[in-house]
């Protein structure tokens, strides 16, 4: 199991003092918490990539490339990368420059976001968002895996003997997930490819969350890519803890009343009852958690939610401390209770290029995955 973080980049006034965070102390803020996610003993670092206010990383390759430098073991990933409106020539290059800057570290999450306005931003049209991913990630596999390049699309211009450089580290291209909420197209594009399935489990019940990745699963299996239980699977989380439950609450309520997301809907108990969002003890935290295994399997991926509504850099710096000295541990302990040996560790550069090492990459895909 990978344990990380994920981050949206928001700017939100903190409303127990009113107070909004500058862009440069907010992306200042996100590289702080890069360097601790490493020296509490976490896996992955994720970063969102938005193009609008109040969200600041709109570059993610600049923030990872520059965390690799003041990091030397964590993976650099990210929460989502927008594969409908960022060229694929530009995401090949992009992530296969951070792959050789940051000795190997790098995954991403590809999704289509959640901000409509950012496809005409793009020169996209939103009612392709589906076909643009299809087509888009189809293009960037192949940039990736053969080095010369002929293709005609739909949605760009058509290359001839286009070759992308820098080449992927190794010859062996970053892991990617497909991340979606509701989306079962993406799921079976994670599955067509063999590729990892990332489930947002932010916003929905547990319900929703174990038919999606179901879902994968079983068409993980009927591509051949191995059985159901072998699918990678990842999922996000929301937790906010103190050492006494009711402290967790009575601090994290003005800012979850408040959030831009979810404040002024339903209440912070009826939010937690009805999706993963946990505020408590970190014992309720290291429970909660445990259970997600009890709907979606064994899975490779936990990523938690933890500086965003306003949440003030140093109450983050203290979330991480508890996270990594008190609830991961126990979580990677009974997590590895009973898990088969049949059941894949997360991806790694390492274990990519030793799975590349027995088993050739191949140099096509025969043909786009359509929903099953």
């Given at each position: ?228 239980e072998q699918a990678i699977v990842g999922l996000g989380g929301q937790v906010f803890m103190r050492k006494n439950s009711q402290d967790a609450v009575k601090e ?121």
């Amino acid at each position: 199991m990978q344990f990380g973080i994920f981050t949206v980049g928001d700017r939100t006034v903190d409303p127990t003092t009113g107070r909004e965070p500058s862009e440069h102390e907010r992306i200042s803020a996100m590289v702080t918490i890069a360097q601790k996610v490493e020296e509490v003993g976490l896996d992955v670092f994720a970063t969102g990539e938005h193009h609008n206010p109040p969200f600041v990383p709109s570059s993610p390759t600049t923030m990872l490339g520059y965390i690799a430098a003041k990091t030397s073991r964590i993976i650099l990933s990210t929460a989502t990368t927008l594969i409908t409106t960022n060229d694929p020539v530009k995401i090949a290059e992009d992530y296969a420059m951070l792959q050789h800057l940051s000795e190997g570290r790098v995954d991403l999450v590809l999704g289509r976001g959640n901000t409509g306005p950012v496809y005409p931003w793009f020169g996209q049209d939103i009612r392709q968002g589906i076909p643009l991913a299809l087509e888009n990630y189809a293009l960037l596999r192949k940039l990736w895996r053969e080095d010369v390049v002929n293709w005609q699309g739909q949605f760009r211009t058509p290359l001839q003997d286009f070759q992308s450089t820098p080449r992927p580290l190794a010859g062996v291209p970053p892991f990617v997930w497909h991340g979606s909420i509701r989306s079962p197209e993406i799921a079976e594009q994670a599955a067509f490819y063999g590729d990892g399935f990332f489930a947002n489990h932010i916003f929905w019940p547990a319900s929703h969350t174990q038919k999606m990745v179901g879902y994968y699963r079983e068409r993980f299996e009927y591509y051949g890519h191995g059985s159901a239980e072998q699918a990678i699977v990842g999922l996000g989380g929301q937790v906010f803890m103190r050492k006494n439950s009711q402290d967790a609450v009575k601090e994290f309520r003005p800012y979850f009343d408040n959030a831009p997301v979810y404040g002024h809907g339903p209440s912070l108990e009826d939010f937690t009852e009805q999706t993963p969002l946990t505020v408590g003890s970190p014992q309720q935290i290291i429970d909660r958690t445990l259970g997600f295994r009890d709907y979606v399997g064994n899975y490779q991926r936990q990523l938690f939610l933890m500086d965003h509504a306003g949440l003030p850099l140093k109450t983050v710096l203290e979330q991480l401390d508890l996270l990594g000295e008190e609830v991961v541990p126990v979580l990677r302990r009974e997590f590895a209770k009973n898990r088969p040996a049949t059941v894949p560790s997360g991806p790694t550069h390492a274990s990519l290029s030793a799975a590349a090492a027995a088993v050739p990459i191949g140099t096509t895909d025969a043909a786009t995955p359509v929903a099953g």
